[in-house]
C-alpha cells in the first residue's frame, strides 16, 4: 500500500465517502500496519559442530579476511519462521536471480529502523570481528569501498568457545532514510577463517527492517 497523504482539512470543506477513505481510513489502515518484514539469516559456511543441510557454501569455512554477506531466509522459513513475516506480502523479501536472498527491500520512501543480530564462528579465537549493514550493495566488493556500509559493530572479547571454535554475537540498530526500492544487507568478517549465522540459534540470528515515519 503506497504511503497515504496527509491532507489538512479547510474550512467549510465538503466532506465525502471518498475523502474520508482517502485521508482517513487509509491513513489508519497503512499506520496500523506498515511495511515491516523480519526473516532469519542463513548458515552461510559449515564446520564439525554445525553443518545444516540448507547452509550455504556448504562444507567450507569462509576465508579469513574476507567480507561475507548473509543469505537470508524467506518469510516463514527457518528454525523459527512463524516469528518472521513481510506486512507486505512479499514485496520486501525477494529473492535474487541465484534463488538465495541477500537483502530485504524499502517498498516506499521513508525512515526506517532496522534491526540486526548475527552470529560469527572462528576457528580459533580472533581478534578482530566486524559486523556491517549496507545499503544498496552492488557487490561483496563494495563492503569495504565505503560506497555502501551505514552501521557496523565490533563484539568484545569471545563469547563462547568449543573444540577450538570461538562464536561471537553482534548486534546492530539504526534508522535511516530509504527510497522505494533501496536494499539492506548485512556481513561479517573475521581474522581467522569463520561461518556466518547459527542455524540453531535463531534468536540470534536476524534482520528486520520497518518503516517508522516519512523522510525529513
Known amino acids: ?56 557454501t556448504r562444507g567450507q569455512w569462509l576465508p579469513f579476511n574476507t567480507w561475507r554477506s548473509f543469505p537470508l531466509h524467506l518469510p516463514g522459513a527457518g528454525v523459527r519462521g512463524a516469528e518472521t513475516y513481510d506486512t507486505t506480502g512479499g514485496e520486501m523479501a525477494r529473492p535474487g536471480t541465484d534463488g538465495l536472498m541477500w537483502a530485504l527491500t524499502a517498498p516506499e520512501d521513508g525512515l526506517y529502523a532496522i534491526t540486526f543480530g548475527g552470529v560469527l564462528e572462528s576457528n580459533g579465537q580472533a581478534n578482530n570481528i566486524h559486523f556491517r549493514l549496507a545499503r544498496n550493495l552492488r557487490s561483496e566488493a563494495d563492503w569495504t569501498s565505503g560506497y555502501s556500509p551505514i552501521a557496523s559493530h565490533c563484539p568484545g572479547p569471545v563469547q563462547h568457545g568449543e573444540l577450538g571454535i570461538s562464536r561471537y554475537f553482534g548486534s ?26 547459527r542455524y540453531d540459534m535463531p534468536n540470534r540470528s536476524s534482520l528486520e527492517i ?4 516519512r523522510a525529513p
Open 1 to 56: 500500500m503506497p504511503t497515504p497523504l496527509v491532507h489538512i482539512w479547510r474550512e467549510r470543506e465538503v466532506v465525502t465517502t471518498e475523502t474520508m477513505n482517502r485521508y482517513v481510513r487509509d491513513v489508519h489502515r497503512f499506520l496500523y500496519r506498515p511495511p515491516a518484514c523480519k526473516v532469519q539469516l542463513r548458515q552461510r559456511g559449515t564446520h564439525k559442530l554445525a553443518n545444516p543441510t540448507d547452509a550455504v
Open 172 to 197: 546492530i540498530q539504526t534508522t535511516i532514510p530509504l527510497k522505494k526500492g533501496d536494499t539492506i544487507s548485512a556481513a561479517g568478517v573475521a581474522d581467522k577463517d569463520y561461518i556466518l549465522g
Open 210 to 213: 520497518r518503516w517508522v515515519g
